[in-house]
């Protein structure tokens, strides 16, 4: 796909309580919400195509800018033509900003007013990431979304912790925006903290709110504060944030947190959850998570789901897959990948399917009450 001019626009067509239903227009394409994007980290979804991510209904993709910037770098894919090129992937695409995956590295960095200086963990190279840093690596990559650049502390943390960290990154999402500029057809997020204090996440909110933001995420969750702790704090933070704009969850999660997020107001999420269980075995499905090394599939001759259309439900039994695994052939994961990718974009119709009807309650009893039977045993 070419892309074409435009400008970027989010229109809701149905709410379900807290629970909406809409379309993310970009001039690479419509983003359908509720919405799960697929992480490639490293401009690439571990373990498929490109056009087999798409296959199983993927509006969009997540990329990764910190690591993006260290191999092969963001100068180096501009050069080849931009990340939709490079990676071969036509629709729309959103990079977080490098903030999350620098927070992780607290050995390793220096942090201050102006930005955050550390050591590469692939060479022990030094790097600075700034607001302004962040906004020209992903212009660079030709982002569609663009994160604006923030600073997560990891929870728990004191109330004057996340406070001084929140206004840090209030600042740097006034210098993100002005360094952003004004870019037709791209989009420009802010980022909402304050841990799990509601009175921080109203001050974030309302300083975003005053700068202005194509869209706005929801921050400095599932960083260990637990579903429950993270379900208070969804309770309250989207409607904190304007009703015409998209909402993003960062880094969530489970099928029963993106349900519980989606009921509360959600409307994109990402997780590395569906591929990385996929490569350790692990497959989704209505009734929980089926572990594929158990002993127990060894000889089962079903698939993983029987309701389930994707390759690895349509034309291999557990059996296999069990086989593949144990083996260490890498068609497991790969398999395995398609499956829970697959699942999750299910899901996500489900729910649009569901909000759009007015039944969201009912199909969320569904779920839990599908996920309570648990997995079916082997005859």
Not at 77 to 106: C, E, Y
Not at 156 to 180: G, H
Not at 232 to 241: Q, S
Request: aromatic share 8%; net charge neutral; charged share 25%.
């Amino acid at each position: 796909m070419t892309q074409t001019a435009g400008r970027f626009r989010f229109d809701l067509t149905a709410t379900d309580g807290k629970a909406r239903t809409g379309a993310i227009s970009t001039p690479r394409g419509t983003i359908r919400t509720p919405a799960f994007m697929p992480v490639g980290t490293a401009a690439t979804v571990k373990g498929m195509l490109p056009e087999s991510v798409a296959a199983t209904g993927a509006d969009i993709l997540l990329g990764n800018t910190y690591h993006l910037m260290l191999r092969p770098t963001a100068e180096r894919i501009d050069r080849l033509g931009g990340l939709h090129r490079f990676m071969n992937w036509d629709k729309p695409i959103l990079t977080d900003s490098g903030g999350f995956q620098v927070m992780s590295l607290a050995a390793l960095r220096k942090l201050t007013e102006e930005g955050v200086t550390f050591k590469s963990h692939i060479d022990g190279s030094r790097h600075h990431l700034s607001p302004e840093r962040s906004m020209e690596i992903q212009r660079l990559l030709g982002s569609d979304i663009v994160m604006c650049f923030d600073e997560c502390p990891a929870l728990p943390a004191t109330d004057a912790e996340v406070a001084k960290s929140m206004r840090l990154s209030m600042r740097w999402a006034q210098r993100s925006r002005d360094a952003f500029g004004d870019r037709p057809g791209h989009a420009l997020f802010g980022i909402q903290q304050g841990g799990v204090t509601q009175e921080l996440r109203a001050e974030s909110a309302e300083a975003l709110c005053a700068i202005g933001f194509d869209g706005y995420a929801v921050g400095g969750l599932a960083v260990g504060e637990g579903q429950e702790a993270m379900f208070g704090v969804l309770d309250y933070a989207p409607d904190m944030l304007p009703q015409d704009k998209p909402r993003y969850l960062m880094g969530v999660g489970k099928p029963d947190d993106i349900v519980g997020a989606v009921k509360r107001g959600i409307d994109m999420m990402d997780c590395v959850l569906p591929s990385r269980s996929g490569r350790t075995g692990q497959a989704f499905t209505r009734h929980g998570v089926v572990n594929i090394k158990n002993a127990r599939h060894q000889d089962d001759p079903r698939p993983l789901d029987e309701a389930c259309g994707c390759p690895a439900c349509r034309g291999y039994s557990r059996a296999y897959l069990h086989h593949v695994f144990r083996a260490g052939e890498m068609i497991s994961g790969m398999l395995l990948t398609w499956h829970n990718l697959h699942y999750y974009q299910e899901l996500m119709q489900g729910m649009r399917d569901a909000i759009a009807a007015g039944r969201f309650a009912a199909f969320e009893a569904d779920f839990h009450a599908q996920r309570a039977e648990g997995d079916i045993p082997p005859l």
